[in-house]
């Protein structure tokens, strides 16, 4: 059994992510915002993937830029993507 990977979130973090939940443009970005808000909730990794529609590794990785770099780091790197 693996350790459970809860982040712990502030009310300005939460009210953050949900607002960028809500109105941003990018749907990827949401998806990853909707990720840390259900691990915050306590839901295991495996779980949050189906929901969201990525695999449990993509979903810690995204907790892991997340606790890094903040909002910030959810978003996606310059060069990313097809050129």
């Known amino acids: 059994m693996g350790r459970v990977n809860t982040p712990v979130l502030t009310d300005i973090q939460r009210a953050d992510l949900e607002r960028e939940l809500k ?4 749907h990827s970005f949401r998806m990853r915002c909707q990720a840390i808000l259900l691990k915050a909730a306590g839901r295991k990794s495996k779980d949050v993937a189906q929901i969201v529609g990525m695999c449990h590794v993509s979903v810690n990785s995204w ?16 060069g990313r993507g097809r050129k």
């Not at 109105?23 to 990018?26: K, L, P, R, V």
Request: charge should be positive; aromatic fraction near 4%; hydrophobic fraction near 25%.
């Open 23 to 26: 109105t941003n443009d990018s």
């Open 63 to 78: 907790l892991k830029r997340f606790k890094t770099d903040g909002l910030a780091g959810l978003q996606t790197k310059p």
